[in-house]
């Protein structure tokens, strides 16, 4: 798993970030797609100022094979880059499916309005039609997966939660790395519960409250022994407060944060749920971000 990567560069040093991350990950034997995007409304307005309808494509052309991607052609056994005439999300979603990819990197390419940390639009486009685990590489990121610390899912309720729990445990198993579960028991009012078992648990004692949670994870940490081909040891983290801001916590010190993807039948993925922009706007840590589709029972 993660031996074939999608990397979105565009000669940032947060796009830098996600290559390096991308390179070590797959080691010399995987692969990284380094994809970049021209946008087509950029690419008129390029046109129509310079009167060029080939120069804007030849620059980026240039750096994409040249400085965006010298740092990791001798890091891996296949390098190959490619520039697409579409908006970003949609460049690197189709990429994705057309190579094969096992995830799709970006660097944490956010913005901060009023102080207030949001995740990018491409990054958003992005969690609306995910095909593969979407992986966002924050500025603190430094090394590859395995490096900084075990692999450790966000356990909620329902199916985003089984999927990213099968994913991560397939990836514990492949990288021989640890893996660890967190769930947070959500003290919180109603209004930011994340489903109908939190509604349920708010209303109940702590101390119920705590018991059943423990519980649940318990039942994941079962699941995750009987779907290893090792003797996996799992480390059980049950928190109170919200989910986002102890999954934010969790990131610090986590090699790589595995959470799922809630997806809304209301709002047919067109919604990103708050407390995943919350995570994704504030990690300190590698967050991977696991749809159904990219979780394949065998």
């Not at 491409?122 to 603190?140: D, F, H």
């Not at 004692?205 to 079962?222: C, I």
Request: glycine fraction near 10%; aromatic fraction near 4%; hydrophobic fraction near 45%.
């Amino acid at each position: 798993m993660l031996n074939r990567l999608v990397v979105g560069v565009d000669g940032t040093d947060a796009a830098a970030r996600a290559l390096d991350w991308a390179a070590a990950t797959v080691g010399p034997e995987g692969a990284v797609h380094c994809v970049a995007a021209a946008s087509p409304m950029i690419e008129f307005g390029v046109d129509v100022i310079t009167g060029d309808p080939v120069g804007y494509l030849a620059f980026l052309e240039g750096h994409l094979a040249g400085d965006w991607t010298r740092r990791v052609v001798d890091r891996v056994a296949e390098c190959t880059v490619e520039l697409r005439e579409q908006h970003a999300s949609q460049a690197l979603i189709e990429a994705a499916v057309e190579v094969g990819a096992d995830g799709i990197v970006i660097g944490s390419h956010h913005h901060r309005a009023l102080s207030i940390a949001a995740i990018g639009r491409t990054t958003r486009g992005l969690l609306r039609q995910l095909p593969t685990a979407l992986i966002v590489v924050p500025e603190e990121a430094q090394h590859g997966l395995g490096s900084d610390g075990p692999v450790v899912v966000g356990v909620g309720h329902g199916e985003a939660t089984e999927g990213s729990v099968w994913w991560a445990t397939q990836l514990a198993d492949d990288r021989d790395l640890p893996i660890g579960l967190i769930r947070a028991t959500g003290d919180a009012p109603v209004f930011q519960s994340n489903g109908l078992l939190d509604v349920l648990g708010y209303y109940l004692s702590p101390a119920e409250r705590e018991q059943w949670t423990t519980r649940e994870v318990a039942r994941f940490a079962h699941a995750v022994q009987e779907n290893s081909d090792r003797a996996l040891s799992v480390d059980v983290d049950v928190r109170s407060g919200l989910p986002a801001v102890q999954l934010v916590e969790a990131s610090r010190s986590a090699g790589l944060l595995v959470v799922g993807q809630h997806w809304s039948a209301i709002s047919r993925g067109h919604h990103v749920s708050q407390p995943l922009r919350y995570l994704l706007g504030h990690a300190a840590g590698v967050v991977a971000v696991v749809p159904e589709a990219a979780v394949h029972v065998p």
